[in-house]
């Protein structure tokens, strides 16, 4: 019997809207206070200076008179801009299972993107294959963002040993000389590349609000168990290098373990320390479930009230003092 033909584009697009688009509207962009915030420039108020607070927003003459700081409050300008930094490298179009990366990839930004566009606010995106080969200009609309689909899902050229892998650091570095307006930026990849990405992606965290959309398969993690394995030929999706592994040998498996769990521990420690908030999506996730997260995750940082480039380290430590001070509140 032969296999069902992927859905189309506007297809695709119109189930995300019926199942999770609906669902999602609301949360991610309410009517008086959006998850999502544009930059805003128009002073609100003042208040007496906080531990969490930006020293940029001191006014020095209040302070100088009152002898105790004080910060100037803006409004938030709803208006924001959010660009999609998109890895579409030979390793995202794998998967284990049914679903590739790149089907989830393309599931979470379509998600977004629309949700964004509805309301009025921009979406842009630059993509990367074996080299920053394509970029969407900002714009609001619901055909903007099938054209964004559209380009996610157009067929990309084959890697070659000669090509040496994904350079992420590429595509940061293009997006900082390209994006000039404060912006939310989503950088949607496995974080399979050559080194230098973690720099690039520090300094564009310092200028924007970036949100680091790590994509990953559990056979990445472990080697799938049950009788019949023995000798396989793996293929590594960056290269096309192929190497024969004997993935029945517990030695072999040990190692492969032990490896993948130290690539991981040192995959995390670059994007807390680049200042990058972390969404995770697996293959086997849930969509809806991944965005809740999402959305769990930027109220969490609205009510630690916390500037977009504050550093990894100084965010840790602003989150344990508002954690003591409403337990010494709670207390007294």
Request: glycine fraction near 8%.
């Given at each position: 019997m032969p296999e069902a033909a992927p859905p189309t584009t506007e297809?695709?697009?119109?189930?995300?809207?019926?199942?999770?688009?609906?669902?999602?509207?609301?949360?991610?962009?309410?009517?008086?206070?959006?998850?999502?915030?544009?930059?805003?420039?128009?002073?609100a108020d003042l208040r007496e200076y906080q531990a969490h607070d930006d020293v940029r927003h001191i006014d020095w003459n209040v302070t100088a008179r009152l002898q105790q700081p004080y910060v100037r409050q803006f409004v938030e300008d709803r208006d924001?801009?959010?660009?999609?930094?998109?890895?579409?490298?030979?390793?995202?179009?794998?998967?284990?299972?049914?679903?590739?990366?790149?089907?989830?990839?393309?599931?979470?930004?379509?998600?977004?993107?629309?949700?964004?566009t509805r309301h009025g606010n921009r979406v842009g995106a630059m993509l990367y294959g074996t080299q920053v080969d394509d970029l969407l200009p900002p714009r609001t609309s619901r055909t903007h963002v099938l054209e964004l689909m559209q380009r996610m899902r157009r067929p990309r050229a084959a890697p070659t040993i000669a090509h040496g892998g994904t350079a992420l650091a590429d595509l940061l570095?293009?997006?900082?000389?390209?994006?000039?307006?404060?912006?939310?930026v989503f950088v949607v990849s496995d974080f399979i590349s050559q080194?230098?990405?973690?720099?690039?992606?520090?300094?564009?965290?310092?200028?924007?609000?970036?949100?680091?959309?790590?994509?990953?398969?559990?056979?990445?993690?472990?080697?799938?168990?049950?009788?019949?394995?023995?000798?396989?030929?793996?293929?590594?999706?960056?290269?096309?290098?192929?190497?024969l592994v004997d993935a029945a040998d517990p030695a072999f498996r040990a190692r492969y373990a032990a490896l993948a769990d130290e690539q991981e521990e040192a995959l995390l420690q670059a994007l807390a320390e680049a200042g990058a908030d972390v969404i995770e999506?697996?293959?086997?996730?849930d969509l809806?479930?991944?965005?809740?997260?999402?959305?769990?995750?930027?109220?969490?940082?609205?009510?630690?009230?916390?500037?977009?480039?504050?550093?990894?380290t100084m965010r840790r430590a602003a989150a344990g003092a508002a954690s003591t001070a409403a337990m010494t509140g709670a207390t007294a």
């Open positions: 297809a695709l697009l119109r189930r995300l809207e019926w199942r999770v688009i609906r669902r999602l509207d609301g949360l991610l962009q309410g009517d008086y206070r959006t998850l999502m915030r544009g930059g805003g420039v128009d002073l924001l801009t959010a660009w999609f930094l998109l890895d579409l490298s030979g390793s995202v179009d794998f998967g284990s299972a049914d679903v590739t990366k790149l089907a989830v990839s393309t599931g979470f930004v379509a998600t977004l993107a629309r949700v964004i570095l293009a997006a900082e000389a390209s994006i000039r307006r404060r912006s939310l080194p230098g990405w973690a720099a690039a992606l520090a300094r564009l965290s310092r200028r924007h609000d970036v949100v680091a959309v790590r994509l990953w398969d559990p056979l990445e993690m472990a080697l799938p168990e049950g009788p019949g394995l023995g000798l396989v030929t793996l293929e590594d999706a960056e290269t096309g290098e192929q190497v999506l697996a293959t086997d996730d809806l479930d991944a965005l809740m997260r999402f959305c769990d995750l930027r109220r969490q940082r609205a009510r630690l009230r916390l500037p977009r480039r504050f550093p990894s």
